[in-house]
């Protein structure tokens, strides 16, 4: 049982490059999210998709993409990575609207 | 004002005490309340669920939810250092679709 996985598990990027997040779940959900957890600021929802090809914005999308082509995979691209966006980052599935969501292991993800 | 809010501690408890744990939330409209516990370095493992007004108990833990006040509160009875973590408030926001919000997360430290 494979859950929800993410990769890599830890990336060191400059300032400027692209760089993707990768998050594939095993669980046939409906429900993706990412999220971004920083020190004083708790967990700040990015995007999340309720279906394959269906995506919306959270609270703080501003320098993401994400898309959704198959239900099993949800890749977050920052597109010009900057210092700011240094964070873990956090992939969740869940079965339903506003069910409980199950996270992957996380992202460390420095842009120096 | 962030639309799911707690005390960010960190609350101290000795052994074998109950904590307890607050987390209010803006919009009246949420149905579906979540607390999670963190360990330092891990990802948020989903400890209990609740979704009427009343308490609901599952081992040593206790939620208790009060949609009138907009209040949702996790006790942990006979508390246990292992029970040392982050405790993450999750709420099913209306402006966030379908995905979950937290607030910042409250520190237990529980001593023995």
């Known amino acids: 049982d494979a859950g929800i996985t993410q990769s890599p598990r830890y990336k060191i990027t400059e300032t400027g490059r692209q760089v993707t997040l990768m998050c594939h779940q095993t669980?046939?959900?409906?429900?993706m999210f990412w999220y971004r957890q920083d020190l004083g600021h708790g967990l700040r929802l990015i995007y999340y998709s309720a279906a394959a090809d269906i995506t919306d914005k959270g609270e703080v999308p501003d320098g993401y993409v994400v898309s959704r082509s198959k239900t099993e995979n949800f890749p977050l691209t920052l597109e010009s990575a900057t210092r700011s966006q240094t964070s873990v980052y956090f992939c969740a599935s869940s079965t339903g609207e506003g069910t409980e969501a199950f996270f992957g292991q996380g992202t460390r993800l420095t842009v120096v | 004002q962030k639309e799911v809010e707690q005390n960010s501690g960190p609350l101290s408890v000795p052994e074998g005490a109950i904590a307890s744990l607050n987390c209010t939330y803006s919009?009246?409209?949420?149905?579906?309340f979540f607390w999670y516990r963190q360990y330092s370095g891990k990802s948020p493992e989903l400890i209990m669920s609740?979704?009427?007004?009343g308490d609901k108990e599952d081992g040593r833990f206790t939620a208790q939810l009060n949609k009138a006040s907009q209040y949702v509160s996790l006790l942990i009875r006979d508390s246990q250092p292992s029970d040392s973590a982050t405790y993450l408030c999750a709420v099913n926001i209306r402006q966030a679709g379908t995905a979950l919000i937290f607030g910042k997360g409250t520190t237990l430290s529980v001593s023995s």
């Open positions: 669980w046939s959900h409906s429900y």
């Open positions: 919009d009246r409209v949420s149905q579906s």
């Open positions: 609740i979704y009427s007004n």
